[in-house]
């Protein structure tokens, strides 16, 4: 059995789908798995086989099967998988029916370039604010008209605009204090562009993307290239 038909294993029985939810949300497997699959619905695909399925996994397509079955039997004998209800039983599955307001702490250039994004809206994710400490910025707007808030005021926006996600986008000294203060207004969900290494109290997920690291992996990838 795969890391994933373990874990499925384990959940299944106690029917706690938020829980696995929880887990899978992080799952690097799932998150590929999403990423096909959308992109075939793009393509206009109408169905796959779990063949096809295994081979974008290097796995094999009985496991692939097994795997997805931990989620329901949606899979149709002779024809595989249609693409589109595959499509909207992941999104149910990592939550993404509904909508979520997202809060992004860190109005530079980086912050506004994700709070305009039109993609977060398209998956179900509303950038509801913007936050800064530089009084300057305060009462602005994005280029989408996504307002910037004083930083003290998050908790009290947070609760206003029933705000579930934070994405952390500041200079490094300032990420361990805005954390405390992501953590303190009550958002269990946060999502972390800013470098180093945090801990979060138990309930709050914390997911971190160093840039830094990935360009790093990038660059010593070429270098074997280049060596060889």
């Known amino acids: 059995m795969t890391r994933l038909g373990d874990r499925f294993q384990q959940l299944q029985s106690r029917n706690e789908r938020a829980l696995v939810c929880y887990v899978m949300a992080g ?8 990423e096909i699959v959308h992109a075939l619905d793009d393509a206009g695909v109408g169905a796959i086989s779990s063949q096809a399925l ?38 149910q599955i990592l939550g993404l029916d509904r ?12 912050g506004l370039a994700l709070a305009d994004y039109a993609g977060f809206r398209q998956e179900g994710f509303e950038i ?5 400490a530089e009084r300057e910025k305060v ?15 998050l908790k009290k926006i947070v609760r206003r605009d029933a705000i579930r996600i934070a994405v952390i986008a500041v200079p490094a000294e300032s990420a361990p204090s805005v954390l405390s203060l992501v953590v303190a207004a009550g958002i269990k969900a ?7 290494t945090f801990e979060v109290p138990t309930g709050v997920k914390l997911k971190s993307v ?6 790093e992996s ?11």
Do not use: W
């Open 27 to 34: 799952d690097p497997s799932l998150d590929k798995t999403v």
């Open 139 to 153: 009462g602005r707007q994005s280029r989408s008209g996504v307002p910037i808030h004083d930083i003290h005021d």
């Open 54 to 91: 295994a081979e974008q996994f290097h796995l094999n397509a009985a496991q692939i099967r097994k795997d997805l079955a931990y989620f329901g039997e949606f899979g149709v004998r002779g024809v595989g998988y249609y693409v589109r209800d595959l499509k909207r039983h992941l999104r």
């Open 218 to 228: 990038l660059s010593f990838f070429l270098a074997q290239d280049d060596e060889q």
């Open 99 to 110: 909508k979520l307001r997202v809060a992004i702490i860190g109005a530079g250039n980086l």
């Open 210 to 215: 160093d840039l830094t690291v990935s360009l």
């Open 190 to 196: 946060i999502l972390n562009f800013s470098p180093g």
């Open 128 to 132: 509801a604010a913007l936050f800064d």
